[in-house]
C-alpha cells in the first residue's frame, strides 16, 4: 500500500480535441491518484462540458477569466489534497504503469523531492521529448535527450537538474517551502506568466538542496507544443531567460559567468535580426526587450529567493551544465 496520495493537475486552454485522450489515460492508471483535478483557464471551445458530460470523477475548476498557465497551475496546487502534487499536460498521454512507478520511486528513495518522468514524443514513440531538464550556466535551460531515438541510453534511473513540467511530481512539502521564494506566496513566479516556470521552479527548489530523479518506468507520451508555441513562446522564452537567470543564479555564478549570458543573449539577439521579417524574430526580441525593462522588478524577487539558499555557490555550481555550446 502506498504512503503517499497522488494529485494530478491538469491546466487546460482550449485542449478540448486532446484532453480526452489525456484523461482516459489517467483513468487507465494501474495506481489510482486520489483525485486529478482540471483547471480550465476559460476555455471557449467546449472544454468544460466535454469534462462535465464524460468525466464525472475529475475534479473540475473553472476560471471565469483567461489567468494563462502559471496561474491556472497555482489554482490547481491551491485546491489539490494529495501529499504529492503531480503537473501533467493537457496534450500528454501517460502509460498505464507511470504513477505506479513514481510512487515506487518515492517509497524506494525517501530523499528525492521530485520525479521526472521520460517523456517521447507522440507521433514518434521512439524519439525523445526529455529525460529531465538541464540548466546551463550561460542561462539556458534544456531538454535532456531532446529529439535523440531511443537506444537504451536513458533506461537507468538517475539523478537530473529537474523534471519537465509536462509530467513531474513533487512532494507537497518541499513546494509548500518555495512558497516564500515569491511575493504572493504562489508555487509558480507568475510573473512568468507561460514558458520557463517549471525551470524557475527547479532552480529555486535546487537552491535548498532538493533532489530529483530521472525514472525511465514513468512513461509519457507528449504532443509537444500542441497547445502553445508560436509567437507566444518565442517572446516569452526571450524575456524568461533571461529574467530566471537574473533572479536565481547565486550572485557568484551569475557574475563569473555573465559574460557567457549576455554573448549568448547578443546571440540570439543577432539571429532574430537575420530573420526580422518573421513574426516570432521579432517576438523573440521584444521579450528580450521587456525583460530588461523589468530588471527592478527582477531584482526585487531575487532578494526573496537568495535569502532561502540553503546550500554553497560550490554545491550549486555541481548542478549546473558549463559546456556554453
Known amino acids: 500500500m502506498s504512503d503517499f496520495s497522488y494529485s494530478i493537475i491538469i491546466p487546460n486552454y482550449n485542449g478540448a480535441r486532446f484532453l480526452g485522450g489525456c484523461l482516459d489515460s489517467i483513468k487507465a492508471q494501474t495506481l489510482q491518484p486520489l483525485e486529478t483535478i482540471v483547471v480550465d483557464d476559460a476555455s471557449t471551445d467546449g472544454s468544460v462540458a466535454l469534462v462535465r458530460e464524460n468525466y464525472p470523477w475529475v475534479k473540475l475548476l473553472v476560471r471565469a477569466k483567461n489567468g494563462q498557465f502559471a496561474r491556472a497551475c497555482n489554482d490547481g496546487f491551491e485546491a489539490a489534497q494529495g501529499n504529492v502534487l503531480v503537473l501533467f499536460n493537457n496534450d500528454a498521454e501517460a502509460a498505464p504503469g507511470w504513477l505506479a512507478a513514481i510512487d515506487q520511486t518515492f517509497r524506494e528513495r525517501p530523499e528525492i523531492s ?19 531538464d538541464y540548466y546551463k550556466a550561460n542561462g539556458v535551460p534544456g531538454n535532456r535527450g531532446v529529439w535523440q531515438e531511443d537506444k537504451g541510453q536513458y533506461d537507468q534511473a538517475e539523478e537530473v537538474f529537474g523534471g519537465c513540467g509536462c509530467a513531474v511530481a513533487f512532494k507537497r512539502e518541499v513546494l509548500d517551502a518555495v512558497r516564500a521564494d515569491n511575493p504572493d506566496g504562489k508555487i509558480l513566479d507568475e510573473s512568468l506568466v507561460m ?7 527547479n532552480l529555486r527548489l535546487r537552491l535548498r538542496g532538493l533532489r530529483c530523479l530521472y525514472q525511465p518506468q514513468a512513461l509519457v507520451y507528449h504532443r509537444l507544443s500542441a497547445t502553445g508555441g508560436g509567437t507566444l513562446a518565442s517572446y516569452r522564452n526571450g524575456r524568461n531567460f533571461i529574467v530566471v537567470a537574473l533572479k536565481d543564479l547565486p550572485g557568484g555564478i551569475l557574475l563569473s559567468n555573465l559574460p557567457a549570458i549576455v554573448a549568448t543573449q547578443l546571440k540570439y539577439a543577432f539571429q532574430s535580426l537575420l530573420k526580422i521579417r518573421l513574426k516570432t524574430e521579432r517576438a523573440r526580441l521584444k521579450g528580450q526587450f521587456d525583460a530588461l525593462k523589468a530588471i527592478p522588478d527582477t531584482l526585487r524577487r531575487r532578494k526573496l529567493v537568495q535569502a532561502h539558499r540553503t546550500i554553497s555557490t560550490e554545491q550549486f555550481a555541481d548542478y549546473l551544465e558549463f559546456n556554453q555550446k
Open 114 to 132: 521530485s520525479v521526472a518522468s521520460r517523456i517521447m514524443l507522440y507521433d514518434r514513440r521512439n524519439v525523445f521529448h526529455t529525460t529531465g
Open 195 to 201: 514558458y520557463c516556470e517549471d525551470v524557475d521552479l
